[in-house]
């Protein structure tokens, strides 16, 4: 039960995400007609792929979810959140804008402020271990500030709202492991794995932190299965669908953002022109799809840069095994390896950096005031420049020089000078 003390032990998270919001409903109905003087609502492109597959739930075709038009390519978690607000919008006959854009969609005014609203699970989350990790009250307002900017260009300007609740679930889950509430932890993987398979990389850290092998065995059986019953019915009716959206992971290099390592993804495809789409708004203020969209371009497969993350990950579990870290050094070590799957990612996108860039702020919340400012100032560098569009290298290079600043800065500080700078906010 939620009290009225958790309500005001969790005020600021509230606060923060009101401000969101508030914000967010500025942003998407006033902000052309006052700032562009033109009409339209500015909805973000990605979130309507997503809602018409949960649409596919709603019609009782789970086996067509990862049908190509949708260009939905994580786990299914977010369309049963979805697939009952479709269903009502359906029976309601409001316009969406799938697959044409449309300037007023009347499902928006539904869709918009559920989909914001998911969204902010991870506010409360990076509190709750920022309070378990001892951090003072007043650097926890500081920090949920801090990542309610970072994450409102992901639900705002990129509508991935199934990217934040499985940080936020996956968060929730190590503190759980942490107070060693194995089964509740087991079960707050699952549910963050339900959303996104990025997770994964979580898995060789937490399965390092339980105490035995019998129960690590168990934890990943908790963890995997529901996404696996969920996946088995579109995998056995659309095999080819649904392997080359979860296997392949088909990414757009003249849509997104090559980065040098291009190379070392294979071409698995191209996609036609297409005249389907007026436009839509992607970054803060780009309207540059449909041109991308006009002349077509390759499809790649980014697997070998994230099986070398999730190589990464593992080489960093067994360290955590081995040495048994203390808890700010293992939440570091999650972001790091966040920040090398970043790196190694051929073709990014600007909201692909958020999950890292959330926990290597929460990190530097433990040091210094001077390098909290300092991480985020390179996280939000890292967030606007992402944003723009130059060469391949000139993206790349600065972005992967703010990745490695901020991880040197958020790195966790010897345990005796914090108990001499701040005794509260080192907590082994």
């Not at 297409?274 to 002349?295: D, K, N, Q, R």
Request: charge should be positive.
């Amino acid at each position: 039960m939620i009290t009225g003390s958790r309500l005001r032990n969790r005020r600021w998270p509230l606060i923060t995400s009101a401000v969101l919001v508030i914000s967010w409903l500025a942003y998407s109905f006033l902000w052309n007609p006052v700032v562009h003087h033109k009409t339209g609502w500015v909805q973000p492109a990605d979130i309507w792929g997503t809602y018409r597959a949960a649409h596919y739930i709603g019609w009782g075709d789970v086996g067509d979810i990862y049908t190509r038009g949708t260009g939905f390519i994580t786990f299914p978690g977010v369309l049963l959140v979805l697939a009952p607000l479709a269903i009502l919008t359906d029976h309601l006959g409001l316009s969406e804008s799938y697959p044409r854009a449309m300037a007023h969609p009347s499902a928006w005014p539904i869709l918009g402020p559920v989909s914001i609203l998911i969204g902010l699970l991870p506010l409360f989350a990076f509190d709750a271990l920022a309070e378990h990790l001892g951090v003072t009250h007043r650097v926890r307002i500081v920090l949920c500030w801090c990542q309610m900017i970072l994450l409102w260009p992901v639900l705002v300007i990129w509508g991935h709202p199934e990217d934040a609740i499985a940080i936020g679930f996956a968060v929730y889950g190590l503190i759980a492991a942490w107070k060693k509430q194995w089964v509740k932890g087991g079960w707050l993987f699952a549910a963050a794995l339900l959303f996104q398979p990025l997770v994964v990389l979580f898995f060789p850290i937490v399965l390092a932190i339980y105490p035995d092998a019998r129960r690590r065995i168990r934890w990943v059986v908790q963890a995997v299965l529901p996404s696996a019953v969920l996946l088995a019915i579109p995998i056995i009716g659309s095999w080819n669908e649904t392997t080359y959206a979860l296997v392949k992971q088909p990414t757009f290099p003249s849509v997104n953002h090559p980065t040098p390592l291009l190379f070392l993804a294979p071409v698995i495809g191209r996609f036609r022109p297409s005249t389907g789409v007026a436009y839509v708004h992607v970054g803060t203020l780009h309207e540059f799809l449909s041109g991308t969209l006009m002349t077509g371009g390759n499809i790649v497969a980014p697997g070998l840069g994230r099986l070398a993350a999730l190589a990464v990950a593992v080489l960093v579990g067994l360290w955590v095994w081995s040495r048994r870290p203390s808890e700010n050094v293992t939440l570091w070590l999650c972001a790091l390896v966040l920040g090398v799957w970043c790196v190694l990612e051929p073709v990014m996108t600007p909201y692909y950096a958020w999950p890292f860039l959330a926990l290597v702020v929460l990190s530097a919340g433990l040091n210094s005031p001077g390098r909290l400012a300092v991480t985020f100032g390179a996280a939000l560098f890292i967030t606007l420049w992402t944003e723009h569009f130059f060469r391949p290298w000139v993206w790349w290079g600065p972005t992967v020089l703010a990745v490695g600043l901020a991880l040197y800065c958020a790195r966790p500080v010897p345990v005796s000078k914090a108990q001499e700078t701040r005794p509260e906010a080192a907590r082994l």
